[in-house]
């Protein structure tokens, strides 16, 4: 070969992505298909014209869109819809809190508190969430009244059990419980990530062992407790869907009381379906904010956010477009 001669990139074949992406790219058309397809009924149009009869089937979403369209923003849905919401926020308010007591008597020195808090995480962890929820709905079984006052001795008032453990109040009381469990593991593991440096920093500074834990712990711990805590909460979105059970009225229990009087059982759980995912993202989107956020104290950069990435790829995309590519220039001549 001549010196002088310019030597001719070739690329590298990924043959195997390729073969991947055509894979990728066949599956999403048959599902896209498979959701967009129209089927027979078994029903006939005819239309006569000029003496001709012209029969057609008549044809129906497969997965029934239009009755999906129809039921999607009625009012018993959307009624659903808030108190699942409002089960989701208050259940994680109440399990956060709960979960942040925990955690911290789980660290304490006092054996009888940490003793007390991994009883109750194992307790709670250890049992199904759909049988506390169920317990709770039934506590008036065992305590029809409560009592308030000293223990073995004078009771100062007492509470009919039955009016304060409504369907809602028992549903909320089971999920904060179960939730407290999981979230005192979450910011325990958060506070154990923080340097023990930091904590005798703020010792020899005059702090307490309450402010250091709000001023200089729980700040740093942000990082690890958001992203699982995220997740919880995107999780207990989804398992409100068990107060079903004992006909509390949340998005799947409006869904199944109409599809009982229309008997369009699919259409109705696809509605259901598509306002987890709706209210999924929104939480999804929320916890990415959050956690770049708290990002900006550990990352010189914090993440690009989802527009910044689109407009990356797209200026990416462009560029790429107006460069003429390496590997098709072609050898000079001299």
């Known amino acids: 070969m001549n010196g002088d001669e310019p030597l001719e990139v070739v690329p590298v074949r990924h043959y195997r992505q390729w073969l991947a992406a055509a894979g990728v790219a066949l599956g999403a058309a048959m599902l896209v298909h498979a959701l967009l397809a129209k089927i027979p009924t078994g029903l006939w149009n005819c239309v006569t014209t000029h003496g001709q009869r012209r029969c057609s089937p008549v ?33 994680m308010v109440a399990g956060i809190l709960i979960g942040i007591v925990v ?47 000293i223990p073995f001795g004078t009771v100062f008032f007492k509470v009919n059990v039955l009016s304060v453990f409504t369907k ?8 904060a419980l179960n939730e407290g469990a999981y979230m005192s593991e979450i910011v325990r593991g958060g506070i154990l990530a923080v340097d ?25 711990a942000m990082r690890v407790i958001i992203p699982p805590t995220g997740n919880e909460v995107i999780s ?17 229990m409006s869904v199944e009381h109409v599809y009982n009087s229309t008997y369009q059982v699919i259409p109705l759980l696809i509605v259901a379906s598509l306002w987890y995912i709706v209210i999924s993202t929104v939480l999804s989107v929320g916890q990415f904010y959050v956690e770049r956020h708290y990002a900006k104290g550990s990352l010189r950069t914090p993440p690009p956010t989802p527009v ?27």
């Open 59 to 91: 044809l129906q979403w497969r997965f029934h869109w239009d009755v999906v369209s129809q039921y999607f923003t009625t009012g018993p849905i959307l009624r659903g819809l808030l108190m699942t919401i409002e089960l989701t926020v208050l259940s």
């Open 103 to 149: 955690a911290v008597m789980r660290l304490s020195r006092n054996r009888l508190l940490s003793s007390v808090a991994w009883s109750y995480t194992w307790f709670f962890r250890g049992t199904p969430v759909l049988v506390q929820l169920i317990f709770w709905f039934n506590i008036a079984a065992l305590f029809p009244t409560l009592g308030f006052g």
């Open 168 to 175: 809602f109040v028992s549903v909320l009381v089971a999920l």
């Open 196 to 220: 023990e440096g930091q904590v005798e920093a703020a010792s020899s500074l005059g702090l307490t062992r309450l402010q250091t834990m709000r001023l200089v712990v729980l700040p740093q």
């Open 236 to 252: 207990m979105l989804k398992t409100t869907s068990l107060a079903s059970t004992v006909a509390l009225g949340e998005l799947l």
């Open 308 to 334: 910044q990435r689109l407009r990356a790829d797209l200026s990416g995309i462009g560029r790429k477009l107006r460069e003429r590519p390496s590997f098709l220039r072609t050898a000079t001549s001299r």
